[in-house]
């Protein structure tokens, strides 16, 4: 599946977020607007009754062809809060198992006047292939494909960024593991270098990196120690087995040795360093317990923080109309 014109399809003619299909190719103006609209959104969860009405009457189809416990379920919390009806496919209990094609699966939710499809696939590109034949009232959030792009991931691992950091500008950003597999880091890397950060890192191994790595914008390091010194933020990334068809590791211990994440590992960044990990976590693979579960990781803020983010790209997308000319929660209360 070609996913080359996957910017184009991003947007409306007057500019608006139409999909979210990849964070490149998207303006800088953009992505901050995801980000201020998401800290409008944060408040909703304190609220006693925890929904604003900007998407009442729409509905949001989750279609995950491939396993998911974060982004699904955030999802589908985000789409709750902003008071759409939400239809979760069971895509292993559905007619997709007795032949029946992606095409006609989406011709007949799109029967069922769905708005938008949250769109999660092993293959590459399959987000863009849907937004390219949905209906033209239908939007599309590629809820993570192949290891193209996983753009939510990477906008709410921005946010947990900004809010404990602030500008991107002067922070010094590490992201260690699997960068050959991972479509979050790609989603990072693009986000990262649009928003202006000062510098971004890649390290791991030289099997996990992609060729010509250094063309993304980033500083190849192979020494963990090394690639974390002075670093104001540390991203963990998941060993991707699934997506290894040959074997590019001797072994996870061997891995947990050079590239495992330690307190002690962590002491050259800086005092205030904070660790990501847009999980699931491999304990004992990329991160020690301690190191997980440690006062300097944010982790679980990185999954409450998916929400609202989710929220914001929902609301962009298809609660334009009562989005537009107003704070995100502000006089919107049910
Ligand atoms: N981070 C992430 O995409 O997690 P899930 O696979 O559980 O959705």
Redesign the pocket.
């Known amino acids: 599946m070609s996913h080359a014109n996957a910017h184009d399809l991003q947007l409306d003619p007057a500019g608006h977020l139409k999909h979210l299909l990849t964070v490149e190719g998207l303006s800088r103006e953009l992505l901050t607007e995801v980000l201020d609209q998401a800290e409008g959104f944060l408040g909703v969860a304190q609220q006693a009754v925890k929904k604003v009405p900007l998407c009442r009457g729409k509905v949001v189809a989750n279609l995950f062809f491939e396993?998911?416990?974060?982004?699904?379920t955030t999802f589908e919390l985000a789409a709750k809060r902003l008071s759409a009806d939400v239809l979760n496919l069971n895509i292993a209990a559905s007619a997709t198992t007795k032949g029946e094609t992606l095409l006609d699966t989406l011709r007949n939710l799109e029967a069922m006047q769905v708005d938008m499809f949250v769109v999660r696939h092993a293959a590459s590109g399959a987000a863009h292939f849907i937004a390219s034949q949905a209906a033209p009232h239908v939007s599309v959030i590629n809820a993570?494909d192949g290891r193209h792009a996983?753009p939510t991931?990477g906008m709410l691992d921005m946010f947990t960024i900004r809010r404990h950091k602030g500008a991107f500008e002067n922070l010094r950003i590490a992201i260690v593991g699997d960068i050959l597999h991972s479509r979050?880091a790609r989603s990072q890397i693009a986000a990262l270098n649009t928003l202006g950060t000062g510098e971004i890192r890649v390290i791991g191994p030289r099997t996990l990196m992609p060729a010509q790595v250094e063309s993304l914008g980033v500083r190849v390091f192979d020494d963990l120690r090394e690639g974390v010194r002075d670093a104001d933020v540390v991203i963990m990334l998941r060993l991707q087995r699934e997506r290894m068809s040959v074997a590019l590791l001797p072994s996870e211990h061997e891995y947990f040795q050079l590239y495992g994440l330690t307190e002690e590992r962590l002491s050259t960044a800086r005092p205030d360093a904070i660790v990501m990990h847009?999980?699931?976590i491999n304990r004992g693979v990329e991160m020690d317990t301690q190191v997980a579960d440690g006062p300097r990781s944010v982790i679980l803020e990185q999954v409450s923080n998916g929400i609202a983010v989710r929220m914001a790209v929902i609301a962009m997308c298809i609660g334009t109309q009562n989005l537009r000319g107003q704070s995100a929660v502000g006089g919107l209360d049910d």
């Open positions: 396993t998911s416990t974060r982004t699904r993570g996983h991931q979050v847009p999980g699931p």
